[in-house]
């Protein structure tokens, strides 16, 4: 395993859909193993492919409760709502108020091409969505918005 260089708010594969992955092979573990040393290297809770620099539908995320690998991941349900302050490893230091679905149930493949669904509320589910949004090429900072009056935004 290898720690990778995590890409930053300017480069350009942050803000370029990515292609399906269509080979399960020794190189996709690889990448798969050096993201989730990588996130966890940078106190992340998820990670997705094109932040360190590989256009793949490939995502990890670990809420506490060990990794998740997400190969190809399709968004099967969604429902409520949920707001709070969001970051991302490519954006160091800035932050801003997110609203996102409360509740996900996602379909994607592991490492081998075993398909899995994986359904979760609040964090599980707000890094389901904000990792998604990179593999489509999209960032968190066209989301930020401003909190309802009172609501506490302090992290």
Known sequence: ????NIRKENDPCLYIPC???????AR??????????????ADGVGLAAPQVGILRR??????GDGPIEMVNPKIL?????????????SFPG???????????RV??????GDLYEYEGEELFARAVFHECDHLDGKVYLRLVTDPPE??????
Do not use: W
């Open 19 to 25: 292609r399906e992955v269509k080979k399960f092979d």
């Open 107 to 112: 379909e994607a493949y592991d490492r081998n």
């Open 77 to 89: 349900e969604s429902s409520g709502e949920q707001g709070g302050m969001e970051g991302c490893l």
């Open 28 to 41: 996709l573990a690889t990448l798969i193993d050096d993201m989730i040393e990588t996130m966890h290297d």
């Open 94 to 104: 800035k932050s801003g108020y997110v609203v996102r679905p409360n509740y996900v």
């Open 1 to 4: 395993m290898a720690l990778r």
């Open 58 to 63: 490939v995502v990890v995320i670990d809420i």
């Open 150 to 155: 009172g609501e506490d935004t302090e992290e």
